[in-house]
């Protein structure tokens, strides 16, 4: 049955050649853990990846719940929890799926170092690698004000102080993230909000397709 | 009329150029409200400090520094709220009043005059240990890097008024 589903759509769209490009390579030896069992450290990548789609996941879900309003956004993180059914799941798969996923891109960074991974020609994805850092500590600092608890305010307020020292754009960039040049309230939360759910993960989406892209391009490097 | 074809426009040439202004002028027209909209805060003029009164009148104050708590009404957005301020409020020598924010400006804990046995007549950050004279300059080799701030202030029938919190340059 799915087969033929499978043959009808092909014989109209010939997706074959689509699903090769994507999936159908050989896996290298000297990257499979099965062989030599030291190859688990080009593991981290895909790890990071697959922790990636937790958070995008349960992000998602989240949102169901969640309000950016400083009157109601803490209640509905506690209510999302509390009373939803698995939410203390939900919720605790972002929370700590947005550690983890920076252990993983820490470790994968490392293998990439240590190995020299990152030479000529495989420079240019270093750089991506490195943006894509960026963008994920920038999502777990705007994730971070969400629950809008204490915590989270007084994290906030300093984060916003040492964008306040930068030099010459300190106070601007400030003012951009905040919303209002003394308050961090209502403005800056829907800020966040924004930036968390919406900026930054398309800029996630679009900086993973080009690493990605250039790795099938390039292939894995090779043994040491 | 000139016979020079390396100077004229080709076809495709003059297709690729009005393409490109087009489409620049189409994405800067859809970008322009979007970019504007989200760094209106940053374009928002400095409204003047307003004053609020401390309510203790000036008599009462005298050169030790006392704890004044004032509420103001902040306006974020579309949320109205009253907000309690502190001043550390004294006369100083030449009989000048003076009021500090107790704000740290090491990270913005707040500082407590005369609280920490360890350091009397000076003001205190629990935090850090972050120390400030009685005028409010920070100590050196203490974590803040900034005097505090000072309200500015107003005496109107004998009643303290404060406005915004001014920061103070590096001593
Ligand atoms: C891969 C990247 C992501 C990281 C590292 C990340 C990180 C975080 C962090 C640290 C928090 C605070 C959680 C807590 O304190 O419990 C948070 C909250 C939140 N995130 Fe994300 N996030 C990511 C992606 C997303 C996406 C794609 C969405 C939505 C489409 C999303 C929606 C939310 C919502 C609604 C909250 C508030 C609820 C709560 O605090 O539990 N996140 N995120
Ligand atoms: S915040 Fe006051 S000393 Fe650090």
């Not at chain 1, 159908?24 to 697959?50: I, K, M, Q, R, W």
């Not at chain 2, 579309?78 to 107790?102: C, M, N, R």
Request: aromatic share 12%; charged share 20%.
């Amino acid at each position: 049955m799915l087969q033929k589903i499978y043959d009808w759509i092909d014989e109209r769209v010939d997706i074959t050649p689509i699903w090769r490009d994507i999936a159908d390579h050989e896996v290298p030896e000297h990257v499979n853990p099965a062989h030599h069992f030291s190859a688990f450290v080009y593991c981290f990548g895909g790890l990071t990846f697959f922790v990636t789609v937790i958070q995008i996941l349960s992000g998602m879900f989240l949102t169901m719940y969640y309000v950016p309003d400083i009157e109601n956004a803490w209640n509905s993180v506690f209510y999302l929890q509390q009373e939803v059914a698995h939410g203390q799941i939900v919720r605790g798969m972002h929370h700590w799926g947005a550690s983890v996923v920076i252990v993983m891109l820490f470790l994968h960074t490392l293998r990439v170092f240590f190995q020299g991974a990152y030479k000529k020609p495989r420079e240019l994805n270093w750089i991506v690698g490195v943006l894509l850092f960026f963008v994920m500590l920038a999502l777990g600092l705007t994730g971070y004000l969400l629950p809008w608890d204490n915590k989270a305010l007084f994290a906030t307020q300093v984060t916003l102080q040492i964008a306040e020292s930068v030099p010459f754009i300190g106070e601007d960039l400030k003012i951009l993230l905040a919303g209002d040049p003394e308050i961090v309230g209502a403005q800056t939360l829907t800020r966040f909000f924004a930036i968390h759910v919406f900026f930054l993960p398309a800029a996630l989406f679009a900086l993973m397709a080009t690493h990605f892209i250039m790795i099938r391009r390039q292939g894995i490097s090779g043994p040491l | 009329m000139s016979k020079d074809k390396k100077n004229q426009v080709s076809r495709r040439q003059f297709l690729n150029y009005t393409l490109t202004g087009v489409g620049g002028f189409m994405a800067a027209g859809m970008l322009a409200p979007m970019v504007r909209f989200a760094i209106d805060p940053v374009l928002q003029p400095d409204e003047g400090g307003e004053f609020v009164s401390a309510k203790i009148s000036e008599e009462d104050i005298t050169t030790e520094p006392k704890r004044v708590a004032f509420n103001v009404e902040q306006v974020d957005a579309w949320y109205e709220s009253t907000v309690e301020k502190v001043a550390w409020v004294y006369k100083q020598e030449d009989g000048s009043i003076i009021a500090l924010d107790p704000t740290c400006t090491h990270l913005g804990c707040f500082v407590g005059w005369n609280d920490n046995e360890n350091y009397p007549e000076h003001f205190y950050c629990p935090c850090h240990d972050g120390l400030y004279t009685k005028d409010g300059v920070n100590v050196p080799n203490t974590p803040p890097t900034a005097p505090l701030a000072v309200y500015e202030h107003k005496i109107e029938n004998g009643i303290l008024y404060l406005g915004k919190a001014i920061p103070r340059e590096e001593a």
